[in-house]
């Protein structure tokens, strides 16, 4: 019996901490697969399928939504739902539950995990939150996987599991689910430092939408972008900006202190 983890991390983040779930669950192989820029996988090889991105704008980012609305419908297969935070999660598990509910999955079991920002705006206000997960968020998601395990050890054993509607705290539930358009417009224009910027490509390959052509220097289609800062995090010599943000607040990859609570 296998499942597939499919998720969306700009940084690295939640990506670190599905691998941090496959590598605990111990009675299921868990093949994690990166939906930016590929094709759907084929679920019919999978007997549980799991979601996983990140808080944007208090909801799940567009690219998950695409994905889902692409994937063949499904008649009950069982599937778990996770999202990484990096201040408050606003409604991002309770829509990933809908968006997949809605495609003919059963939600069995979902969970969000606090994490430091990669949202340069506020790390450069200083709230880059580098400390969490703290000890009981961390606890809490150890829980959250035992007891996705065991579910999985009773879907092994031909036991019937039921739908389970996800939890979120009574102020997520209170926040705004903010469309994706909010994003884009908050970022606003984006321009590139010419005497920074090496024609590497690396923004053009990061960008998730496709928003990005180089010639050779990046060309940014304003109508494609959904405001996800991956370009201005991974360009290597930060040569992107943008009217607010110049040089400062990057975040490529997992901070160190993040890796070692998640270390593998
Ligand atoms: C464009 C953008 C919007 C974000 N919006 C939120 C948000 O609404 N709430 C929140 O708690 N974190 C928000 N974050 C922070 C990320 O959700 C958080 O740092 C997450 O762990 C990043 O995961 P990743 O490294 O897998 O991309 C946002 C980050 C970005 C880049
Ligand atoms: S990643 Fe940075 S250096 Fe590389 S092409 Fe893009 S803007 Fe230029
Ligand atoms: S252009 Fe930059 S901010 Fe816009 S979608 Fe692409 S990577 Fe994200």
Redesign the pocket.
């Known amino acids: 019996m296998k499942a597939i983890l499919c998720y969306y991390s700009?940084s690295g983040n939640t990506k670190l901490a599905c691998e941090y779930m496959a590598k605990n669950i111990k009675n299921i192989q868990i093949d994690l697969f990166n939906i930016v820029k590929t094709a759907p996988p084929d679920l019919e090889k999978y007997e549980v399928v799991g979601f996983a991105t990140f808080a944007n704008f208090l909801a799940p980012p567009y690219l998950m939504r695409s994905f889902l609305e692409n994937l063949p419908r499904q008649d009950d297969k069982p599937a778990f739902v996770f999202n990484t935070y990096g201040l408050l999660s606003g409604k991002t598990l309770k829509i990933l539950d809908k968006w997949a509910t809605a495609k003919g999955f059963k939600v069995i079991a979902g969970h969000s995990l606090h994490t430091p920002e990669n949202y340069p705006p506020m790390i450069v206000s200083g709230k880059g939150n580098e400390q969490a997960p703290n000890e009981k968020e961390m606890a809490d998601f150890e829980n959250f996987i035992s007891e996705l395990d065991q579910l999985f050890s009773r879907i092994k054993e031909g036991s019937r599991v039921e739908r389970k509607r996800v939890r979120i705290s009574l102020l997520n539930t209170l926040l705004p689910a903010f469309p994706p358009a909010k994003?884009?417009k908050d970022?606003g224009e984006?321009y590139v430092d010419k005497k920074l910027c090496t024609e590497c490509g690396i923004?053009e390959g990061?960008?998730?939408?496709?928003?990005?052509k180089l010639n050779p220097k990046?060309i940014?289609?304003?109508n494609?972008?959904?405001?996800?800062?991956?370009?201005?995090n991974?360009c290597p010599s930060r040569a992107?900006y943008t009217k607010k943000y110049k040089g400062a607040g990057h975040y490529p990859q997992p901070i160190e202190q993040l890796k070692k609570k998640l270390e593998i």
Do not use: N
């Open positions: 700009g994003a884009r970022m984006k923004c990061v960008c998730p939408y496709g928003a990005i990046p940014f289609d304003l494609k972008c959904y405001g996800c800062w991956a370009c201005y991974h992107i």
